[in-house]
């Protein structure tokens, strides 16, 4: 039972991903600095050095995924990267939109919406207000010093109608899975440690207070152990099950069965790859 993110398509794939986007912003920033330090067609503002300081940071995440493509906490972190400069520096470019709807796609898929969910949903939509209200008092001050009439009220309905096109596209895939995993109650899964060589029944105690989203010293009182035993077993359970942490193991398995179980046992195991 692997967690998909470590599945060799999908890492194949992020690798190709990351590679391709790579090139790509080596290609555009040698250009920009080119045509802005060298034949100084470019101003050196202030918009101008923050696009390369970030492409030069989104070329270094893009380089630790084509190693870690598993880590795909680098793409939300290159995707936010990039909203926060479209948002709130340039307002007109659909792609922030876009980019903030990515990482928080990313977010959802690594189940940091798995707890809590209405406060992280209320943050994420603030935040994302936040940076609209910024991008459109820069796109006034900017208006202001140029002398340029702007349309806001095209941009206003430019925004709305991108942010809803998105959300819609979040609804659906999210309501999507949240059906799909509906339809598998059905079915009990089960999650049998005696298949992991490595593993064994006292892991079970350990993995259920996990996925009651016990914190590791409560856990370790429950047990009778030191907090910092307790995180470097789960940490091994971890690497053992095939996911990357505590946040992936929640995600990938929560509702499932935990047991420990050999092939001697009559009872049947259902051992489906979680969706």
């Known amino acids: 039972m692997k967690n998909i993110i470590y ?89 922030g939109i876009l980019m903030y709807g990515l990482g928080i796609s990313v977010f959802y898929v690594r189940g940091v919406f798995i707890n809590k969910t209405k406060q992280k949903l209320i ?74 060589p490595g593993l064994t029944e006292s892991d079970v105690v350990l993995l259920q207070k996990v996925l009651e989203n016990e914190q590791y010293k409560n856990i370790a009182r429950a047990v009778y152990k030191a907090p910092g035993t307790i995180r470097n077993r789960l940490n091994k359970i971890y690497d053992l099950l095939g996911v990357m942490d505590r946040m992936g193991f929640i995600s990938t398995y929560i509702g499932f069965e935990i047991v420990f179980e050999n092939s001697s046992d009559s009872r049947e195991i259902d051992i489906t790859k979680p969706k």
């Open 123 to 196: 943050i994420a939509i603030f935040i994302y207000i936040c940076l609209l209200c910024t991008g459109f008092f820069h796109d006034i001050l900017i208006s202001k010093q140029t002398g340029q009439a702007v349309d806001y009220y095209e941009a206003i309905i430019n925004m709305i109608g991108y942010t809803l096109v998105l959300s819609l596209i979040l609804f659906l895939l999210i309501t999507h899975n949240h059906f799909a995993k509906a339809e598998s109650q059905g079915t009990q899964k089960i999650l049998n440690l005696a298949i992991y």
């Open 7 to 95: 599945e060799k398509p999908f890492l194949t794939a992020m690798r190709i991903f990351a590679c391709v986007a790579s090139l790509l912003l080596i290609v555009v920033t040698s250009l920009r600095i080119y045509n802005t330090f060298i034949i100084k067609q470019i101003p050196a503002d202030l918009r101008n050095l923050f696009g390369i300081t970030e492409n030069i940071a989104a070329i270094i995440l893009f380089y630790l995924m084509i190693i870690h493509p598993q880590k795909i906490e680098y793409l939300a972190i290159g995707s936010f990267m990039y909203a926060i400069a479209c948002l709130a520096l340039d307002l007109d470019n659909p792609m």
